[in-house]
């Protein structure tokens, strides 16, 4: 298809190639939005802001006893319904006087594109890491010197790996820190020699190691108060949704408008084994969640 500033035998105009290119660069930005820390799997058909994704939750049954002459009675299936609002509406345009000579020039990976896709993505994580964060179970504050701090925080995830376990949480958890809590873990030989217990290495999420059944990661973009977050990914869910690509002559000035619209919303899940269900059928969301937690450092001046 021949767009009306192109020549007509150019053909290097492809917008949905640029929706994958998108993707593709926009995932790895992400720590709190990632799959690592937050599921996707209940998208669903997201096309505005205001659509409501569905989760429904299978009560489990009870076990009864097998006696004579009494018998078996019979159950019947209950559901508890979680609703995740698609709350947020972030656009990315781009105005370009030639949109065939930035094409060419080299479309997402130019310096400006990527500054924007990571401003993007910036928004979208910092949104999910105060839902997570909102809704975690809060421990108490772990109190750091200069000289315990490795220590102190490695016992702080130990804590939480505690507190995980004591509610059977399965494997497959992270830990969230902040780079100063990364700073002075890193230091203990524990997740400095990360490899000797899981798996070391820097990939991508912001993942610092893997150990104790937890991937460390570490971002900038922590929630006020909160220093580590402890958790699995399956108490957080993201809805994530991009509009596709649209172009066309901007009406303010003499030039082309290139633009997509991310939608997006995320909630904390609530299980019935471990969330407390309300009498119409949903469950009390204003206490946190048992999947997953908080706490704060409280750093000493000279740590």
């Known amino acids: ?36 820390v937050s599921n996707n799997k209940y998208e669903g058909d997201i096309r505005k802001k205001g659509d409501v994704v569905h989760i429904n939750s ?34 990315l345009q781009v105005l370009v006087e030639d949109a065939e000579r930035i094409q060419l020039a080299s479309g997402l990976n130019s310096p400006i594109n990527q500054q924007m896709i990571r401003s993007l993505a910036r928004e979208a994580d ?7 964060a909102k809704g975690a179970t809060a421990l108490p504050s772990v109190k750091v ?17 505690l507190a995980l376990d004591d509610n059977d949480i399965p494997a497959g958890r992270y830990a969230v820190v902040s780079p100063r809590v990364k700073r002075y873990l890193i230091e203990h030989p524990a997740v400095a020699n990360a490899a000797a217990y899981g798996e070391g290495g820097v990939t991508a999420n912001g993942v610092v190691a893997k150990l104790a059944g937890f991937t460390i990661l570490s ?24 509009t596709g690509f649209r172009e066309g002559q901007s009406e303010k000035y003499r030039a082309d408008y290139i633009d997509t619209l991310h939608l997006y919303g995320g909630k904390i899940v609530r299980y019935p084994e471990l969330d407390t269900k309300k009498a119409d059928n949903t469950f009390d969301e204003s206490k946190p969640t048992k999947g997953i937690f908080r706490a704060a450092v409280e750093w000493a001046t000279a740590a």
């Open 1 to 36: 298809m021949t767009f009306a500033y192109q020549n007509p035998a150019s053909h290097t105009f492809v917008p949905e190639i640029w929706n994958a290119e998108l993707l593709t660069q926009f995932d790895p930005l992400l720590v709190w939005a990632s799959p690592i």
């Open 58 to 91: 299978l009560l489990r049954p009870s076990v009864g006893d097998y006696q004579l002459p009494d018998g078996m009675t019979s159950q019947r299936p209950e559901t508890v319904d979680q609703k995740l609002p698609i709350t947020e509406a972030k656009y």
């Open 126 to 132: 910092t949104f999910m890491g105060d839902i997570i």
């Open 145 to 161: 010197t200069a000289q315990n701090a490795p220590q102190a925080l490695y016992g702080a995830v130990l804590d939480m790996m």
């Open 219 to 242: 971002t900038t973009a922590m929630p006020k108060g909160v220093d580590i977050v402890a958790g699995h990914k399956e108490f957080a869910t993201y809805a994530s949704q991009f």
